[in-house]
């Protein structure tokens, strides 16, 4: 399995961005798939999740701001982002969590 971010960017506070994780590989299986970010000097944190039923979590930070969802046929999980804060700045990463598989992130920049 291979996982591609994409849809960071600059963005200025209370602004919205979706972003979108592509996967390709013959082992894809949406068993559960992840997002996570890393701020700078930050340890790598979990965001959101989304596994096989299509059951969502959130982490409390994120919390009606953030909204995971899925596309199997288009083989793409998103990570719709609102109400963009500076301290949502990070690089965001994709992950399949059945497969322990990191894509390369996508960076989110919140500043005026």
């Known amino acids: 399995v291979q996982l591609q971010a994409s849809g960071g960017g600059l963005v200025q506070p209370g602004g919205s961005l979706r972003l979108s994780c592509a996967a390709s590989?013959?082992?894809?299986?949406?068993?559960?798939m992840s997002w996570y970010r890393q701020a700078p000097g930050e340890e790598r944190e979990w965001v959101a999740r989304?596994?096989?039923?299509?059951?969502?979590n959130y982490a409390d930070s994120v919390k009606g701001r953030f909204t995971v969802s899925r596309d199997i046929r288009q083989k793409t999980i998103y990570l719709q982002i609102n109400n963009l804060k500076p301290d949502d700045t990070a690089v965001y990463y994709c992950?399949?969590?059945?497969?322990?598989?990191w894509g390369q992130g996508t960076l989110v920049t919140v500043s005026s």
């Open positions: 590989g013959t082992r894809i299986t949406f068993k559960s």
């Open positions: 992950r399949d969590d059945f497969w322990s598989v």
């Open positions: 989304i596994d096989a039923g299509g059951s969502t």
